[in-house]
């Protein structure tokens, strides 16, 4: 993402009127909402630390991005291992986005990445969970929830962001405008969302082109999952938006789409994100394995002891 350059009298301004400049170049540049709100986080935070030793913007040393980075992530030490991880991957996401800041200012000083932690195990719901949690829907726009992210794969701010424009029901594609990076994509369904979705449509007759599909926010949508899950006897932190948007992945996979594809439909710019579902994936073919050849020697003789091969 190209960004255009500062303002000639940038260092004219207060720091957070340059921390403002930045992100409406930003946003001129095509940056979501999400991403400008978390970079303002990121630099807004490094400020009140320097204002604290009274130093500015334009006297920033390498000395006080170290010692932001040693105090924030020092914070998390005493808490316990998810504490840990939380910061961290926050502060590596800071780190970058204050190198970014630098760089666009033209600031000569060096802020080292916090390494990122290791992804934990993606999980995903299994078929017969993904079933008792459609059968504790209570009403049509539970259903639509569940299985328009289950059949789509889409975040659940792209979810709620969509606009009944978006929707094509004919074609059975959805047009994301809001999606991460700014970037727009297409998406498919199949029958089950087509069906919530026609029920949707006939509850809701005066639902306009620019109107929210799901008309909900986000926290409304992550409580609806959560209720379900409790009424399904799921375990409700298994039942998360992204778990659902895991199970697609993991299910296009599955059923022989490319990874390629997935990536596309997943909004994933690298595809080296989109592998991180191929290790379930494996464990299937794992199974299949272990099940065949275990099978083959329960059912006789395998093929070394036909041969009447001897080990030493």
């Known amino acids: 993402m190209?960004?255009?350059?500062?303002?000639?009298?940038?260092?004219?301004?207060?720091?957070?009127?340059?921390?403002?400049?930045?992100?409406a170049a930003l946003m001129a540049a095509g940056a979501s909402e999400k991403t400008v709100k978390a970079y303002r986080a990121a630099l807004m935070d490094f400020l009140g630390f320097i204002r604290r030793s009274g130093r500015r913007l334009r006297d920033v040393r390498s000395s006080d991005v170290r010692r932001w980075l040693q105090e924030r992530l020092g914070r998390a030490r005493g808490g316990g291992w998810e504490e840990r991880r939380r910061v961290q991957v926050t502060m590596h996401y800071y780190s970058l986005f204050l190198r970014r800041f630098f760089r666009w200012l033209g600031l000569r000083v060096r802020v080292p990445v916090v390494r990122k932690p290791r992804r934990g195990v993606v999980e995903a719901l299994s078929r017969e969970e993904v079933l008792r949690l459609l059968r504790a829907a209570r009403d049509t726009l539970d259903v639509l929830i569940v299985s328009l992210l289950l059949e789509t794969g889409l975040r659940a701010e792209e979810a709620v962001s969509l606009r009944l424009r978006d929707i094509d029901l004919e074609r059975r594609e959805i047009r994301v405008r809001n999606a991460k990076y700014g970037e727009e994509r297409i998406v498919f369904f199949g029958e089950m969302t087509a069906e919530a979705l026609r029920a949707w449509l006939e509850e809701n007759p005066g639902l306009g082109p620019d109107d929210r599909l799901l008309g909900i926010s986000y926290s409304a949508l992550y409580k609806r999952l959560k209720r379900m899950a409790v009424r399904a006897g799921l375990d409700p932190r298994k039942v998360r938006p992204h778990v659902l948007r895991h199970t697609f992945a993991t299910e296009a996979l599955r059923r022989g789409m490319?990874?390629?594809?997935?990536?596309?439909?997943?909004?994933?710019?690298?595809?080296?994100?989109?592998?991180?579902?191929?290790?379930?994936?494996?464990?299937?073919?794992?199974?299949?394995?272990e099940a065949a050849f275990g099978l083959r020697r329960r059912a006789g003789r395998g093929l070394l002891e036909e041969a009447e091969v001897e080990f030493a």
């Open 258 to 289: 490319s990874l390629p594809a997935v990536q596309r439909l997943l909004g994933h710019h690298d595809v080296r994100v989109t592998e991180i579902y191929l290790h379930l994936v494996n464990d299937d073919i794992r199974r299949e394995y």
């Open 2 to 23: 190209e960004l255009p350059p500062p303002p000639e009298d940038v260092w004219e301004l207060d720091d957070e009127e340059v921390v403002e400049e930045f992100l």
